[in-house]
């Protein structure tokens, strides 16, 4: 069986949010790697390993969550996990259609963010190609 990317990048700048999302992932035996910014991310060669993004609403925001329209042209299919404070005041329609897979509030980061990534790692292997030999 064909395994999915298990490299989880997290674009934020806030180092609270960075430790608690990288203690997440480790307890989850996932790797990570860090971006501040989404250019950073799209510059970096090993960004087409990652499987996940964990992005900071207001970076996300700024590009105009062009985010998903610039991962589907680069052939990342990503899911992608949004953090962030003011979720009560985005249309979630447009976060959907930003390539959202989950909404994480910050100050509950912890537990929901696990919850949303194990449902990550459940549909990634759900959409593993399976390979027989004959």
């Not at 790797?31 to 250019?39: D, G, N, V």
């Not at 992005?55 to 953090?83: K, M, P, Y």
């Amino acid at each position: 069986m064909s395994k999915p990317p298990h490299t989880v990048a997290i674009i934020d700048r806030d180092p609270r949010i960075i430790c608690a999302a990288a203690n997440v992932l480790s307890a989850l035996g996932l790797k990570w790697q860090l971006y501040h910014s989404i250019e950073a991310f799209f510059a970096d060669p090993r960004a087409s390993l990652i499987g996940c993004l964990i992005v900071d609403l207001t970076i996300a925001h700024a590009g105009n969550f062009d985010l998903a329209r610039r991962l589907a042209e680069s052939g990342r299919g990503s899911r992608i996990i949004f953090t962030g404070e003011r979720a009560a005041r985005l249309d979630f329609r447009q976060l959907m259609q930003a390539g959202c897979f989950a909404f994480v509030r910050k100050p509950r980061l912890t537990c929901k963010l696990a919850d949303a990534l194990i449902r990550w790692l459940q549909l990634a292997h759900q959409e593993s190609p399976v390979v027989t030999h004959h």
